[in-house]
């Protein structure tokens, strides 16, 4: 168990870290934040625009910046962008600061769930599933390093996805006030 003071959701996109995390931020009363959102809101420029402007190197570093000072809180749910794992310096933070939720996708699950998706700049290709396999090739291996939990995906709705999550983080998440206890 790693006791810890926040819930950091990691996964490749599509996978539902944002829309579970919600589910489960209310659950455990965390202030909940999409780090992408956070960017967004911080910059006044869309992820999109950012990545046109300052290419993804860019991105990254606006990323780092905005992961760093929401983990520097304490009772917050972080949902990740799919690429916030490949920085070194932002797996050492999120598993230093976060109890790490790995929410698994298989490709055929995030085409599906992202086929009407025309935002994610990583996703503007020719051919999404050759995209999205190339990811899960590089970023899989850094999602596992991270997580305490892997949740396999499934055709689950939120609510059931949600409620399965929070069964197994029950048995495996220690927070900080239940370790002084």
């Not at 051919?127 to 590089?138: C, G, I, N």
């Amino acid at each position: 168990m790693n006791p810890s003071p926040n819930l950091v959701l990691v996964g490749p996109m599509g996978a539902g870290k944002s829309t579970i995390g919600r589910r489960l931020a209310e659950r455990y009363r965390l202030e909940f934040y999409d780090l992408d959102q956070e960017v967004e809101e911080r910059t006044g420029a869309t992820v999109r625009l950012i990545f046109e402007l300052e290419g993804e190197a860019g991105f990254r570093k606006r990323e780092s910046q905005v992961l760093e000072e929401l983990l520097d809180g304490d009772g917050r749910l972080v949902a990740t962008g799919g690429g916030s794992v490949l920085a070194a310096e932002n797996r050492a933070l999120i598993a230093a600061r976060g109890f790490v939720v790995f929410l698994a996708a298989t490709v055929p699950q995030q085409l599906k769930r992202l086929e009407r998706d025309r935002k994610r700049p990583l996703l503007a290709a020719p051919d999404r599933r050759a995209r999205l396999e190339t990811l899960a090739v590089e970023r899989d291996p850094l999602y596992r390093e991270v997580a305490d939990l892997i949740v396999p995906g499934e055709e689950l709705s939120v609510a059931n996805a949600a409620r399965r999550i929070a069964e197994a983080l029950d048995a495996s998440w220690l927070r900080p006030a239940e370790s002084a206890a």
